[in-house]
């Protein structure tokens, strides 16, 4: 707001002036005012939706991996009587996990792909072309798709080892 009455000097300059139709700037103050309001107030929102889909994806993530060790609990039951390992039996589980989330991240990512192909054209007009996320992803695709699996991975590990850990006491 502080810039927007050094614009207005500079558009009272003669140079500029002599070129705009109408000079009744006074009434935008109020509406840049409610602008800014409203942005920051959507951004607090998004946060807060952010915060919200993070703890969903959350509860489902464990919610998967538990109702996958209750599938095979009794599996895990003869392979603890049979003497296997601890790691014997987290093994087959964590990589499932971890393939499981490869695949997640590979189908999200293509789906993603697809979205932005379509809704490009559509953003580039409220964005302007100074953020081309379609180019941006082609990219960086291989590093965004990197991060996510890792991140993805470890949640569902520690989600896992967490879980197993009440079918390896008999």
Avoid: C
């Amino acid at each position: 707001l502080a810039d927007y009455q050094a614009l207005l000097l500079r558009l009272q300059a003669p140079a500029v002036s002599e070129l705009i139709a109408d000079h009744n700037f006074t009434d935008y103050e109020t509406i840049i005012t409610r602008m800014r309001s409203l942005s920051s107030t959507a951004e607090k929102g998004g946060l807060g939706l952010i915060a919200v889909f993070a703890i969903l994806s959350l509860l489902i993530v464990v919610n998967s991996v538990r109702m996958a060790i209750v599938g095979r609990a009794e599996e895990l039951k003869v392979m603890r009587l049979v003497g296997a390992s601890n790691m014997t039996i987290r093994g087959p589980l964590l990589l499932e996990g971890v393939l499981a989330s490869f695949f997640a991240v590979l189908i999200a990512s293509a789906l993603f792909v697809a979205i932005l192909y379509f809704a490009d054209p559509y953003l580039s007009t409220y964005l302007g072309e100074a953020v081309p996320l379609n180019t941006y992803f082609l990219v960086h695709w291989w590093v965004i798709i990197l991060v996510e699996w890792v991140a993805f991975s470890l949640l569902t590990v520690l989600v896992s080892l967490l879980a197993i850990r009440r079918y390896l006491k008999v």
